[in-house]
């Protein structure tokens, strides 16, 4: 992926008054409350509530982590196995509510996504959490608590890769992924973000600003009717998705839109999209472009197409639940935090 393309670590801010990184906050005009942001010797856990993970992989996660100034706490997951899970439903359960519960722990990050985590959603307790909030680190899978906070909770998360994702050897890594997951690091710091992704044909102009939520799109549209489903209205809204056929990428986006996900929105960010092959004489005859400008035709908000979130290298960290402005225009698409 050309650097060019993709703008990360927009502009830090100056300065952060103390009281972002020590108090909750609420996002303006938004009802979210941000997290305090993280200041060096905070503690950063890590817990597999979805697919399981070795301590071996999860290590170059927790010495670059350690390098930017936090301390760790490994999880009793991590190691854990049961079958594709990081261990029972209720070692799960057990390990991700203690991360909540304890007030020493500033964030948690995912090991890595899956499948897992609905399974365990509706018995979590949120009160301890609910009064005192902190951040929730992951994507793919994680989708499920980045909506289940949003519509229960109002309060914000991070959408960015997790633990697997990790250069082994940061001297030898791609800049892409350095730039990705420094946006981790600037996220829970509290820097002001900010990302650039080039002009699409498929683009549609405009600027606006409101709250962003989303992730990924099979995770959204099956937490429909259930009491995680994702409120659209008035956001920004951002879709990725990944192994899927074109034909349930469309029967996927008919859901959104015949439930309203669609209509009211205030920007439309689509990520990375990596689809299965149709099959020989299966041929779908619609690209993900098609797909995706069929369901908002009618709508006026901007849009903006191969954005950099998804199951992808140029995968950046985005704030959930924070206001965000989102601009498309002939030079490309920008999304930036206030």
Known sequence: MNRKHFLSSFIAATTILPSLRTLAIESENSGFKIPP??????????????????????????????????????????????????GTDEERLADFQEMLDDPGIKAIMCARGGYGFVRIIDQLDFSEFNRNPKWIIGFSDITVLHCHLAKNFGIASIHSKMCNSFPDDWAKAEPIQIE????????????????????????????????????????????AGSPSDLDTKDKILFIEDTGEYLYSIDRMLWNLKRSGK?????????????????????????????????????????????????????NFALKCGAKHVFMVNENGSVLRTF
């Open 37 to 86: 942001y993280l200041k060096p010797g905070d503690t950063i856990g890590i817990s597999s509530p979805a697919g399981y993970i070795t301590p071996e992989q999860i290590q170059p996660s927790v010495v670059q982590m350690q390098s930017w100034g936090f301390n760790m706490k490994i999880g009793k997951t991590i190691g854990k196995r049961d079958f594709t899970y990081g």
């Open 180 to 223: 990705t997951i420094l946006s981790i690091k600037n996220a829970l710091i509290g820097e002001e973000m900010g990302y650039h992704a080039p002009s699409n044909s498929n683009n549609r102009f405009g600027k606006t600003e409101a709250i962003l939520v989303g992730g990924n799109l099979s995770i959204i549209e099956t937490l």
């Open 262 to 314: 669609l209509r009211n929105l205030k920007g439309l960010i689509v990520g990375g999209f990596k689809v299965k092959p149709d099959d020989a004489g299966e041929e779908f005859g619609k690209s993900i472009y098609d797909i995706v400008l069929e369901k908002v035709k009618e709508y006026t908000y901007p849009i903006a197409f191969d954005f950099p979130v998804g199951h992808q290298r140029n």
